[in-house]
């Protein structure tokens, strides 16, 4: 049977139904915290089942009542006193009390001998936990007296009731030694009221009574009715069905087969004959009996189905049997079964009606079936029937149980539920199809809350027995295909079985949970379930509960009823009318006990009758419209509860909080009688803060309406419910994961509805120009003045021995005087000099201008032109189709030029060597093949510097060969290396080619194939992250520079030499690299000075001379001596240092080891480096990780926010800090460091102290007197930076040199905290500041992709977490009335990517951005060539370029070329910017434009606009991703090639913006990145307006307010109170807070309602979360250990995560000051302490208990809010110390420093990460599940390993508990050797 039903829709998840808010009553809270409210207000007697609660209560009314505790008692002092039966109880609640409280706890289980002891321990102790009798014994004996006593707690309070029992003599002494108004407070606590047993309600009444005589209390007995507690009272209904009548006869027929066959079993009598102790009749008899109690009970219809079931059951067990006689039995049963159903199909004639159908059940069913219509939905169905089969009982016959024929004589075992279904099905397929109702037309008027249709089914019917449940089911299913009018219904059966023991197959419960969870999502909507649902599973709310058997108890009643919980539900009872007297009796008990309980409550409450009589009167009040113009939108008395409740659902808390309103009651008189005032709290978390009082009213039902009614109006003013009254924001998007049924499924990328992927995404590539520089576009030469760079290559560290395999003479290019230079007509500004990567070793490339008024005629040009060509197409042979040479059209027109010394040194064009090259291009060669041609002179001056072409083989192509040595050893006659193939070379040319050699005598030349690879921008004996690769073998290395065989000899005679001499051959080679390198610097510089004339960060205009520092990626020159060898690094020592007195700037990224080291020195101290090899690494066990260590850093700490006066290397080096070294001319000081330039691993240490002896403090400041041509304007002035960002590393700066004197004034002198590197409050001068260097910028713009030696990555980490920092004080600071749902909300759209990629993209940065690696051959265009599209062979690919990345567009369209960097419009685009609609006309407007998100100023606004500014900003962020797709609508559609586009993804956009946040941070500090991330539009510095024009003026951000709420009457003494004790706190950390209520709102919970006077922790938990994170990274950022992109993030998430910051909470001892009133959340945070606390507070969170193998590994829960107060404690201090990171990190540091240090030797992994680096290919995590308790279970299945599963609260924990329980087993395995 299959039914479809379009017509109801699926429920929204849970948190967003209306029908689970209550609309006549305000939502009650949990009513354990209504049982401590009313202990708070009076002596209270509580009966709580749990031990747990009961200890919640004692424990919060213990911290409650502590005031008084604190003083000693002689000082009046007061004590409290816990009395328990049992000395375990004793011990566990100490402990516990220990746990939540910084109070002192004795536990006395034996009264002291010695009184003077008892004295002291209560003197010492504030709380007591005792048995009664020591405390009666301490009350006779006047040691502890009754005025002294502030709180009894008494367990079993009701054993008063016995004779001379404790509890009496201590009530007596208690109540007679005081006045009653200053006697202590008491809390009884019983769980015996109610037994099973209690049948007299008045019994019960009178011993309620006498309890509360006894203590003086009043009972709060009403929360044992658990429809109560919910404030629900559903309408019971008792239905009387007649006694069943055989209609039909079926049932006597039935009857007779299965009672005859029952009768035979019971009378046969028989020995067993085998000796297994099974009786072969248990399982006959068993299903026999069901049978029957199924026929009598529900009819004979389910009678045979339910016989039906157990004959595939049966069949299957029959299958395994081995025992014959067993087998006779089993037979003997089906034979019977057999005969049951075909009766029943023989007499069961029903011609599909229902009520025929209906006559083969019991009453019963019948009275059942029919209550289910009442719930029929308001559309109608049709049924479609198909036929049927009526032996259609296939299925049924082939479910593959694994049942053992054991199971089957335990009754919960005999059927698993997944062969139910398979079973017995209906004769004929149905399907329910929606009819369309005929006035369809008609609207219904709104109604906000009615959202959920109230007849919509939630059901559960409860049966005792697991096969009723089974039949019921399938009769309803069978009835539902038959009746039209019960189509809606979607039944399922849930029996629990195997839920509580779990030794059944995972099969059936498995099965049970799919059950539970559609039923949560409301695929099922009827549940017919045993009463294991009753209590402890988690069910939505029903409006039907049905007891198919009336209940035998009154918790049975009880809790069952307690099920409807949804509005205006039934409670259904059926009684047959042979049992309704008995039922009565028990009913009237149910009924007499439940109103003995409720007590008083139920007079106080009036009906709703009484309302209606005063609702036509004047007391009801106008409804509030909130739009005039749409009256139908209003709220009105009835419904603003619901509205009340409703907005407190959706305040952000979390899982185990539900905050409700607080209303109290006033009663006054007037003329017209009683009337009654309520007055209304909203949770402590609402923005709205003050209590509302409603009008008069004269019921209390009425007052509660009006009061709910007042604060609609007031909420929809204050901006919290919008004109629809909804909640504003959107906070349900930071609700737990938990809380959603949808969240279960990891949320990938999705793709949107076009299918692509969305906007911001790693899959949604998009197509973009490469970005030219704008000094090199259009930079034809002409024939007026031109302007001529040299291109200057030095070779700066020549490659070692070790790695020079051939053993070649090192070539330095400075060495030969001719090379090249670039002819332009624009000047190219001066870039950092950088280095390329030769055979020789590392040269350093730079553009220099010569001459900038070069005049040349048009004739000379195209000569250079033609040079330019011959260079890049014949030498380079890099001119291939689709390219083509053409000067004019192609946007670079530069040309390179050779350049040479004249006699005088001055460098001048060669021409010369132009006019030999034109020459050649006409020589004519040599014919070897002529055998009488002359005979060859050899030349040896000809050949030594030469590049020669073998004539005899590829005559089109010819290879070409450096002579790398002429062997005037060899010749011609001499022997072949391979003698056995040919005698002599002679021979061997004849041989192969035909050739005679006419010159025996010349000498051969060893020759070098020249460089096919022409991406030098990293070496080959180098991996990218900067470690040299293995070199060849001593015995291979030989080899090669001694076997012939090994090399490439060539006979000069048979060779060509080209026009190109080899030294210049070298330097063309490097041409590419050096033009690709120039192209991006230019950009970068570019961006720099776009950035800086619109943020004025940096200069515009550098001065004269000035050059930034030389491109390094920060390897030390050791790397290669690592290997031996040792590299002739510098030609001339004195050239040198004039060379870098020339390059002088403020920059941190040279090598130091340039300056002030020569060879020797690297040689003596070969030795100490190869054994003492990276002790930085070594001691931190991370391996070659490291990213190039200081190369990352290097490239993006340029302008240093370093002070460290050297660096410990990835090696063990000091590197020294170039920012000061290279400005110094004073060589002494870099001399007296290189001293100590190699550290071994134990002497970090003792070379601190060492450098203290030096003074080097003393020398720093010396230091600054040295520095010249530095960028400031005015040197004396000049501060340098350096002393403004201590570094990491050997050498710290003393507290007052940083600037920054510490801001904990009142800090207790115990308290050491460690010394802190960095300091994050300093600021840059950047009114004198240079800015970033462009090659911080380029690294920002490098993709890891691009396989260059740095990427973006790790300036991505910190400008990650700067970017969110910064977002996060912005909000925390501008919107001060904001909750944290609706902060996190704007934070998170803020930083998304799809906002970052949007911003960037503006920008221009995607066209600037390097996506892959330089394939110069593939992916480049050299100046001077264009593409030619109808070159292309094949079809040409075609890409769509989207309107705003159309840099080109004008280009593409007309082939005109436009210069976009002219002045009128410095974009970043590269010709003029297209403005349509969707730009924002602003984004280029320089300083002080207003760049909010969609253009609109943002103002400094005052708190009533808060709201409004809010929404604006909320809307527009919501619509980012199609605003995107709005801005991106143009496309035009263009060929696609490698050398002018690449394809980037969104993502990789976004990453670049974030990238340059952590290069403007670094390199400039904290104010420059907050003033460039302005600049892009991201909203973190608030604006004012400037006059009536438009410039606005940026702010810096204010610190808020004080958070304390000053309207609350003694808000300063509740401040006081609250914080009783938080002095230790406050010392343990070592900061005094000056405004001690942000230490208050630090540690209170959304549920501690107790704190009227201010806000809960949420939204410093928002704030503390940004700045831990930010800090914590910035110090791992700044190591000396220069961490790589990976390791970092690794380091990052290890440290900065709940866990740990819980586990760091607990051991500072955090918790014990936590104040919140949530069972839940208190049972999680003990399970945590009490396992934190055994474990001596291990951080690491790893567990370790054993499980067995089949078992679920349940992750112990970390809680979230101990993490969360972790954090907001940080918001707290930054906050109170007016926003100093400094001061929040000098009191985390200390707290975190263990951690850290541990982490950084070991990084931890997680689980699930950890796992899947061991398994990648065999581990997959299956789709979660939740349990029937509510939790969600994980599996990862391990191929060839096993399955483990966890369970846990939510996703998250539960795969984390997964991955733990494989690990566990894989590494058990690898053990013991099994893998």
Known sequence: MVRTESGTAKRLPRHLRNEDIPSHTFTPRTYQVELLDAALQKNTIVCLGSSGGNTFLSVMLLKEFSTELRKQLQNEGKRSVVCLSSDDRIQEMCQVIKHHSDLNVISLPEALEEESDSKTLLNDHQILVTKPSVFSDLLLKNILLPGQISLVILENCHLVLQQDHPYQSIMKIIHSGVPKDHSCRILGLTSSFISQKCQDPEELGSIITSLEDHYHAKAETATLVIAERYGIRPKEY??????????????????????????????????DEEDDNRDPKEIPIFVFTECLHILYTLGPWCASCIANMFINQIEKVDKHEMVSIHKKFLKYCLTHLRIVTTLFEQNFTPNYDVEELLQYSTPRV???????????????????????????????????????????SDDSEIISDEETDRSYKGNILHIAVKKEPENENQIKPLDPLNLDNEKYLCGIIFVDHRYVALAIN????????????????????????????????????????????????????????????????????????????????????????????????????????????????????????????????????????????????????????????????????????????????KLPSDAFTHLTPKCTMQETCSEEGKLYVATLSLPINSPYKHPVQGEPMPTKNLAKKAVALKLCECLHKAGELDDQLNPVGKEVFSMEEEEEEEDLLEMEDGEDFSGEGRPGTTKRKQYYFKKLAGSLLQSHPTTEECMLYNVTLQLSKAISDEQNTRGRKICAPEDTLRGFGILTSKPIPQVPTFPVYTRSGEVNASIDLLNCNVSLSSEELRRLREFHRFTFTNVLRLEKDPMEFCSEKSELGYLIVPLNKDGEGNVILDWGFIKKVEDSKSHIRRNIYDSKREEFVFLKEEYEDAVVMPSYRNVDQPQHFYVAEIRSDLNPSSPFPSPELYKTFCAYYTTKYGLTITNQDQPLLDVDHTSARLNLLTPRYMNQKGVALPTSSAETKKARRENLQQKQILVPELCEIHVFPASLWRKAVCLPTILYRLNYLLVADEIRLKIAGGTGIGLVKLEEGFRFQPLDFGFDPKIEEENGGSANLMNDNEEHDESINKSINGCDSGRASHISCDNNSFTSEEDACDTKKASCDREQNISVAFQNDKAANNVCDIQSNKSDHSKCGKNGFLKHDDEWVETLQDQSISKKLDKVHVISEKSLNEMTAELNEMKMTAELNEMNTHVTNSPSKNNQNYEPIFTDFPDVGVFKLQEKQCGHSSKIEDTKEDVKFPEL?????????????????????????????????????????????????????????????????????LRSKQVSNCNLYRLGKRKGFAECMISTKFEPYENWLPPGYIINDEKRKGPVPKVLLIRNNLGQLEKVKEASIFDAFCQENASLNWIPKIVDATDDPSSDTGEGRGCSLNGRRLEVQNSNEDHEDFEEQLEELETLPERVRQEEKDQVVIPYNLQTLHSIPDKSIADCVESLIGCYLTSCGKKAALKFMHWLGLKVLPQVKKGRNENTELLSLQCPESPILAHVPGYDRILCRLLEGYSTLEQKIGYEFKDKSYLLQAFTHASYHYNTVTDCYQRLEFLGDAILDYVITRHLYEDSCKYSPGVLTDLRSALVNNNIFAALAVKWD?????????PPLFGVIEKFVARQKEREDEIDLSDDEGEGEDEEHVELEVPKALGDIFESLAGAIYLDSGMSLDTVWKVYYRIMKPQIDKYLKSIPKSPVRELLEMEPETAKFEKPERTLEGKI?????????????????????????????????????QAGGLI
């Open 238 to 271: 008792l239905t009387y069905c007649d006694n069943y009548e055989d209609m039909t006869g079926t049932l006597t027929l039935l009857d007779d087969v299965l009672s005859s066959a029952l009768e035979f079993l019971r009378d046969c009598n028989m020995e």
């Open 366 to 408: 019948y009275q059942l079936v029919n209550h289910l219509r009442k719930y029929k939905p308001d559309y109608d169905f049709m049924i479609v029937s198909s036929g049927g089969d009526m032996e259609g009982d296939e299925e049924g016959q082939n479910g593959d149980s694994e049942e053992e024929e054991s199971e089957m």
């Open 474 to 649: 399938k009769f309803l299913e069978e009835v539902c295909s038959w009746d039209e009018n019960l189509c809606f219904v979607k039944s399922q059966h849930l029996t629990g079985q195997g839920l509580k023991d779990r030794k059944s197959k995972k099969g059936v419960w498995k099965k049970q949970e799919d059950v539970l969870r559609k039923f949560r999502l409301q695929d099922l909507n009827l549940l017919i379930s045993t009463t294991v649902l009753e209590d402890g599973i988690d069910v939505p709310k029903c409006n039907l509960i049905v007891k198919f058997d009336p209940p035998r108890s009154y918790k049975s009643y009880s809790q069952s009823k307690g099920r409807a919980r949804a509005r205006d539900s039934e409670y259904l009872i059926l009684v047959e009318e042979n049992k309704k007297d008995t039922f009565m009796k028990d009913y009237s008990v149910f009924k007499g006990i439940e109103s003995v309980l409720i007590g008083k409550k139920i007079d106080d409450e009036e009906s709703d009758v009484e309302d209606c009589l005063y609702e036509n009167g004047s007391s009801v009040l106008p409804s509030y419209l909130p739009n005039a113009g749409n009256p139908q939108i209003c709220v009105t008395m009835n419904t603003a509860i619901a509205f009340v409740n409703r907005y407190c659902a």
């Open 1317 to 1385: 590197s960095i300091s994050l409050d300093q600021e840059v001068d950047l009114s004198t500041f240079v800015g970033p260097s462009p090659c911080t910028i380029l690294q920002a713009l490098t993709m890891s992709n691009a396989n260059d030696f740095f990427s973006l990555e790790r300036l991505e980490t910190i400008g990650d977490s700067f970017l969110k920092y910064a977002i996060t004080v912005y909000l925390y600071c501008t919107y001060p009335g904001i909750h944290e749902g609706k902060l996190s909300y």
């Open 1710 to 1718: 955090f918790h014990k000051y936590f104040k919140a009133i949530s």
């Open 1833 to 1869: 279970r994980v599996s990862v299945n391990v191929v060839t390993k096993g399955v483990f599963t966890g369970v846990g609260r939510n996703y998250r924990i539960a795969k984390s508990a997964a991955a733990k329980k494989a690990l566990r087993s894989i590494k058990a395995m």
